[in-house]
């Protein structure tokens, strides 16, 4: 596999792990909201840019919730860019220090914002806080948003050689099983009279099968399949919203931030039949 000015070009069966630093096309890293819940990164691969019929996508959602950091603001702090005072680590420390509680984040332990340098590199601190109040930085660290995503030989082999294009985005949206679980509580009336076995509980939504046979009740309320089949039978009216491949599902109110568009991925015909393993840095 090899990389060159954002075109990732790989063998067919090919096995690699690209490990990638997220940014936008100005050079500045993307940064995720701690405003918001179930954020994740969505990395896409796709035979054309646009929807068409027998399309190839492969999909990786890497959830953003845990291991990434999270800032109030979602675009960096240019503000101490002009500043040739504040140009490195040690000074940015300095600057730091200076400025009292009202740049940090109690929730988070963080700056709420990420600085930019005049030397192009990108900072942030890492507060300690005494019951939610402010104490001294900790830390002063390099801000990046770096993606380690490995595709198989069993993903890739089925890539003909051809032309894709890759989109990355950063998106939210609500919890599968917790939308499935709210869906499925709110129609219990309807599903009730539809699936006779089907027993729905208040508390936690707790949601049981009876076996007609043993007539010992199965929870499936962790099951955001049969969930799912409960909706389609009562037909109910937001179920396209629903793809059991993703992670949350997608509303009004979730944001979208498309990163990278239409990158450029080429994958070239393996004549030898046999799978490769790569490491390669983009």
Known sequence: MEIFNGRVEHTQGESFTLDMLVSYPNGDPYIISSQVDNSYILFTIASTQYDQKARYIMRHWLDASEDFPKFY?????????????????????????????????????????????????????????????????????????????????????????QRYVYFIEGLNGTDLNTWLLAA????????????????????????????????????????????????????????????LSQPIVITDESYNDVIVNNGDWKVKTNINGRGLNKWQTL
């Open 73 to 161: 603001q979602t675009t960096p702090n240019e503000d101490l860019f002009e500043d040739l005072t504040i140009y490195d680590a040690t000074t940015f420390l300095t600057w730091l220090n200076s400025q009292g509680p009202e740049v940090w984040d109690p929730e988070t332990g963080l700056t709420k914002e990420v600085y930019k340098l005049n030397n192009g590199s990108y900072l942030y601190g890492k507060g300690v806080f005494n019951d939610q109040t402010f104490v001294s930085v900790d830390d002063v660290l390099v801000y990046s948003l770096r993606l380690v995503l490995y595709f198989s030989h069993e993903e890739t082999k089925n890539m003909t050689g």
């Open 184 to 243: 499925v509580y709110e129609s219990r009336v309807a599903i009730q009279r539809y699936f006779p076995n089907i027993t729905i509980t208040e508390n936690l939504n707790l949601i049981t099968v009876i076996d007609t046979k043993t007539g010992f009740p199965e929870d499936i309320s962790g099951d955001n399949a049969s969930l799912y089949d409960l909706l389609t039978g009562i037909k109910y009216p937001q179920i396209e919203l629903i793809n």
